[in-house]
């Protein structure tokens, strides 16, 4: 009798193993889909915040396209750039824009980072140009420049609200002899 418990027994676990061979399969299956999980908000907003910019930087700098800055800033815009001749906000930025343009005509500027983090946004870029234009008063010499930016950005709903800018101006000044080089 004990025999014959012990048989029963033993064809259940071997009925029992196709099913678990079964789950196990399929667990290993959707784990190599990688089955979807919900995007993380935070991540979402980042990516589209640096997107934002990265669109900023290529209509703005790159293509001297002044108004993208209305459609891509909010009303209230402050930028923090320490120069008393500009006026505040959206204007002041479009100013800063067309007095690059204005000296040198073939801007290009090349992103090096360009790092979000929720409502944050971090550019280091590096421009290059030929001065042909008149700069700040400096007549066009012709050279060939180079300088590095970098700018902070704060977004709010998909605009930018802030922006923190430091632009190598000294180096710039030097290329174009305007400061004697160290």
Known sequence: MSALINQTNALRRLKSWPILL???????????????????????????????VSRFIEEFKNNANAGIVDELFTPGFVHHLPDPRLPAGKEGLKLVGQSIT?????VQVTVNDLLADGDKVIERTTARATHTGEFNGIPPSGTAVTWTEIHIYRLENGKIAEMWS??????????LGAVPSP
């Open 102 to 106: 204005a000296g040198f005509p073939d």
């Open 22 to 52: 079964t789950v196990a399969m399929m667990a290993v299956v959707l784990g190599a889909c990688g089955g979807q999980e919900a995007p993380d908000p935070q991540v979402a907003r980042s990516e589209a915040n640096r997107a934002v």
């Open 166 to 175: 430091e632009i190598d101006l000294l180096g710039l000044l030097i290329q």
